[in-house]
């Protein structure tokens, strides 16, 4: 069984930083990929970081050069958030898909992936 547990997230200023932290616990699969997304009210579930077990990442075109996604040694994944918007605020969710990222080198829909975290909250005041 695989357990995926989020912490961080919270509340901040625009053009502030946070970071949430995803441990992957029980069962790993080698090659595995992680990602981030998020649902914003009203809004359908986005995609937003990956990274592979090759250590490639690939982000949305909105986050990118703000957001950094990185995985340690003891299998948690980090997304660090920088120069946050109004428009980042939802729930961020983490993810795992027990394959690699595919062969366009981006597992970007939330059906391709198979285990997820609890969600956590990001609320970014103007």
């Known amino acids: 069984q695989v357990q995926l547990v989020q912490s961080g997230g919270g509340l901040v200023q625009s053009g502030g930083s946070l970071r949430l932290s995803c441990l992957v616990s029980?069962?790993?699969?080698?090659?595995?990929?992680m990602g981030w997304f998020r649902e914003a009210p009203g809004k359908a579930r986005e995609f937003v970081a990956q990274f592979a077990g090759d250590g490639s990442t690939w982000y949305q075109d909105s986050v990118r050069g703000r957001f950094t996604i990185s995985r340690d040694v003891r299998n948690t994944v980090y997304l660090q958030m920088n120069s946050l918007k109004p428009d980042d605020t939802a729930v961020y969710y983490c993810?795992?898909?027990?394959?690699?990222?595919?062969?366009?080198?981006?597992?970007?829909?939330?059906?391709?992936?198979?285990?997820w975290g609890q969600g956590t909250q990001v609320t970014v005041s103007s």
């Open positions: 993810a795992l898909r027990r394959l690699g990222p595919g062969p366009e080198n981006v597992a970007c829909r939330s059906r391709e992936y198979d285990y």
């Open positions: 029980g069962r790993t699969f080698s090659g595995y990929t």
